[in-house]
């Protein structure tokens, strides 16, 4: 999968331990008062499921990209999908080897300083589910800063988070015009914030703010130059819905319609994720984050998710991560949306 994955694969190898017997242990004592580098060294002596490592920036990177804990809702019994697809969904997946036409799936965002997630992630569901519901006939980038900048306070609070629902219905209701990356020309509304700081796999555009970058203003108008206005170049969904807590009925809505948005709690241990599969043990919460799910698998008999993150590439294994599939690892498999676009 990736290089630092099998490492993994090889480190862990002789670890027998299940994710229910590894939460069972006994949490000692004096772990609450870690911090930094000894924190990161207790992880790595005591996990055996993923690897962490220390940066001193880490967990200010992490706090100026993830949301308040209220955005995480529980969903009304009307708002979960109970369709039934019949669908026999594979052990191992990934959607992009599955649809390798769409490239949108593949494509890792960077949210900067903001906590955008919730809109962020939405359009990169929404993207990748209008080129798999469309049979790859239809390739758009939807815009992130189009859903943030004017979906409004019934999405949420912007860079301060949203709801993934919400855009979601929001798109159903007004249309989201196409997107892409910072200064990408061809496309109605780019991405706001540049990546801000140091990567290792992008130019330098210039340093974070202290704190949030402000939530843009609603521009109802596509850069100059592109070729269409920008009510022309709105895409619709005609459904949106939250996805049952069930395992099972996940892998097939994936399977069927493409990737999907999940929001889950985040803890002070997952600021330091290099990779492997997270389980969360130790750390006090610390806010909410939404993401992409594009498949799943199983290591070393550990089930897992395999999901999109929007920190840039040189975040995790690649930009991307996986955590514990069928125990609602952090809540997220009791807080994804998903939809049906109109193609």
Known sequence: MWIFAALL??????????????????????????????????????????????SPNAEAFVKARIMDS????????????????????PDSFDAREQWPECRSI??????????SCWAVSSAEAMSDQICVQSNRTTRVMISDTDI????????????????????????????????????????????????????????????????LWPTP??????????NKSYNEDKYFATRSYYLQNNERSIREEIYKNGPVVAAFKVYQDFSFYRGGIYVHKWGVQT????????????ENGTDYWLIANSWNTDWGENGYFRIARGSNECGIEGQMVSGVMRV
């Open 217 to 226: 203003k609603c521009r109802k108008a596509c850069q100059r130059k592109y």
């Open 287 to 298: 806010g909410a984050h939404a993401v992409k799910v594009v498949g799943w698998g199983r």
């Open 106 to 115: 593949g494509t890792i965002r960077d949210q900067s300083a903001c906590g």
């Open 70 to 89: 209220k955005f995480l809702v529980e969903p009304k019994k009307e708002e979960v999908l109970t369709d039934v697809f019949g669908d026999d969904p």
């Open 148 to 211: 943030l900048s004017c979906c409004g306070i019934s999405c949420g609070y912007g860079c301060e988070g949203g709801w993934p629902i919400e855009a979601y219905r929001w798109m159903q209701r007004s249309g989201v015009v196409t997107g892409g990356k910072y200064r990408q020309k061809d496309v109605c509304k780019p991405y706001a914030f540049y990546p801000c700081g140091n990567h290792t796999n992008e130019r330098y555009y210039g340093p974070c703010p202290n704190g």
């Open 9 to 54: 694969v090889t480190a862990y190898a002789a670890n027998a331990i299940t994710v229910e017997e590894f939460r069972a242990q006994p949490v000692e004592e004096h772990v609450k008062d870690l911090s930094g580098q000894a924190f990161v060294d207790y992880i790595n002596e005591h996990q055996p499921f993923y690897r962490a490592e220390y």
